[in-house]
């Protein structure tokens, strides 16, 4: 996830362990998740707008995608629906604002009974601590159980450890994050995996005795996970559906999240091709002739993110003001890149695509009423990520890893 009305410069809000392989990343154990009970109803309702608000005013930021989730305590009927919250292909797991929850929900322990707590880093130098709960997740019809997610920033919590919180700043409110929490639905089933359940951990989980948190292992199952490939059915992937927006943007744009890839009549691939990513989650992009193989697709950032002004001819924006961190360039430029990636089915012949995009003055779209725009774009030197606007007037499927589809096995998108 990324967004760069945070950043000091347009930094990609990544969780830091899908850079280093996030998800078991194995592409062994693959389960086809096509086999389903009868059909639930598998489409969410998914809408960009002001964001959510405190004190009577909005504080979400341009061109970020919400839905409502709704969580239980596990088992029960005890269960509460927490709107705009993000949307997330870049990242795997639920993470909610502890002042947003009404629900009584016990922090998840260890073996030794100290409670367990979560770092999440992103780019940007902000990042997110707080425990682990369990919960039942329900998105349309679909219910994942006994889920880990994040509570952040609860107060009865220890702080923030020096190695989650060293040199970075806390998006822990409501106010800060422009959301009420970020559901990560994106290509791994956990948001660390095999790394964070070896005896060397990175700083991601951590044991918290009264002493002090300090990293620790924590099995693979008892991770944050993403609630899509925990459903019964339609657990495969899912497809984000967004319309087309124009020029000037607009001022909200509605669309949906359907879940399963190939299991129901609504969510087959209807020819969309399919691209393989690696276990850092990325492929290639193809720009003016150079291969950029750090590409990836995130619904959680809000703008084309590429490269730099040297490379493209893009005028950086102002160093200072709302625009910071984007392209600024005198009139609309029009460009073409490539992306590629292996097939899925393992067929050994590469898969690619042309696109077309656009990049806008950032300063006269962020000016203006309009909060989504399909040409909002900004640096990020030596890579691309292909933000929200790639999904509007498209249809773009994330295939999770060792789930398979007609596609093949994930990790992979299809549009």
Partial sequence: MMRASLAASAAILVLSLDACGGGSGSGSN????????????????????????????????????????????PGTTTCQSIDHVVVDT?????????????????????????????????????????????????????????????????????????????????????????????????????????????????????????????PATVPIAAQLQNPVWMFPQDNNGLAIVLPQVGAAGAVAVAGSMIFGIGTQADNSLNGAQAQAADNFGNF?????????????????????????????GLPDCATTGDATGFYCPPSPVSLTAITSGPNPIGSGIPVSQNIAFSIANALTLIDSPSV?????????????????????????????????????????WAY
């Fill in 284 to 312: 290639t992009t193809t720009f003016n002739g150079v291969a950029y193989a750090n590409s990836f697709i995130d619904s959680g950032s809000d703008g084309y993110f590429f490269l730099d002004s040297a490379t493209t």
């Fill in 90 to 214: 870049g990242s795997s797991g639920l993470r909610l604002v502890s002042s947003q929850i009404a629900l009584t929900l016990p922090f998840a322990a260890d073996t030794n009974n100290n409670v367990i707590g979560n770092c999440i880093q992103y780019a940007d130098t902000s990042f997110q601590w707080g425990p682990l709960a369990k919960v039942d997740v329900q998105l349309a019809g679909e219910v994942a159980s006994s889920v880990p997610i994040q509570i952040v920033g609860p107060a009865n919590f220890p702080a923030a450890p020096t190695a989650c919180s060293a040199g970075g700043f806390p998006a822990q409110t409501v106010a800060s994050l422009g959301a009420n929490g970020i559901l990560g639905v994106g290509l791994f089933r956990q948001d660390c995996g095999p790394a964070c359940a070896s005896l060397s951990p990175p700083p991601v989980y951590f044991s918290c005795p009264s002493t002090g948190c300090t």
């Fill in 372 to 412: 989504a725009f399909n040409n909002l774009g900004g640096p990020n030197p030596g890579m691309f990520d292909w933000g929200l606007p790639f999904f509007f007037g498209r249809t773009v499927f994330v295939g999770i890893e060792g789930q398979r589809s007609a596609a093949g096995a994930g990790p992979y």
């Fill in 30 to 73: 693959v389960s086809l998740g096509t086999t389903t009970p009868p059909a639930v109803n598998n489409v969410q309702p998914v809408l960009a707008d002001y964001g959510p608000t405190v004190g009577g005013q909005f504080v979400g930021f341009n061109n970020i995608l919400y839905t409502t989730v709704t969580i239980c305590v």
